[in-house]
């Protein structure tokens, strides 16, 4: 009897044990609930879509299409001297610590005159090469950055907030 017992509590206990496993259908519903709520209740088709239309060109400058974003932004540190209308936006990023780090590496291994943007709708760090007050000579830098900036470019293609007043 003790026996029976015995092997009813393990089976008991193995099926408990592999009944309480997470898996991944689970953790992706888990974080698209909370992806949307931090979207302001916006679906993930629809951000999706938002998120596509920030990446189209939107803007024509001597003949070729590029991406011209602008946003209310602040110079986060002392480069404010440098910082112009036109800013050529090479990397992206939620914490300071990595645009400062990003801002430094240009400036002392490449020579830029690089400063750190904040702000926008999503509240980011933005990592400026250069700027300019003229949108055709930012637009030219633009089109040579790739091939300029040894560094490698942390944006799929590079592109130019204005900043507004």
């Known amino acids: 009897m003790k026996k029976i017992a015995y092997f009813m509590l393990l089976a008991m ?3 408990a044990a592999t009944s309480c496993h997470s898996n991944e259908k689970n953790y ?5 609930k909370a992806m949307e709520k931090y979207r302001d209740g916006v679906g993930t088709e629809e951000y999706e879509r938002i998120l596509a239309e920030r990446q189209r060109p939107n803007t024509v400058v001597n003949g070729d299409s590029l991406r011209l974003l602008p946003m209310r932004v602040n110079v986060t540190d002392d480069s404010a001297s440098v910082a112009r209308r036109y800013s050529v936006i090479v990397a992206q990023f939620k914490q300071k610590f990595n645009a400062v780090t990003m801002r430094n590496r240009l400036h002392t291994e ?13 509240n980011k760090y933005y990592v400026a090469v250069k700027g300019f007050d003229d949108l055709n000579v930012a637009a030219a830098f633009l089109k ?22």
């Open 13 to 15: 206990l193995a099926v």
């Open 28 to 32: 992706k519903a888990a974080y698209d």
């Open 110 to 122: 490449e020579g830029f005159p690089s400063y750190v943007l904040y702000g926008g709708t999503d």
């Open 144 to 165: 040579s950055a790739p091939k300029t900036v040894k560094i490698k470019i942390l944006e799929p293609t590079p592109w130019i907030l204005e900043r507004l007043q």
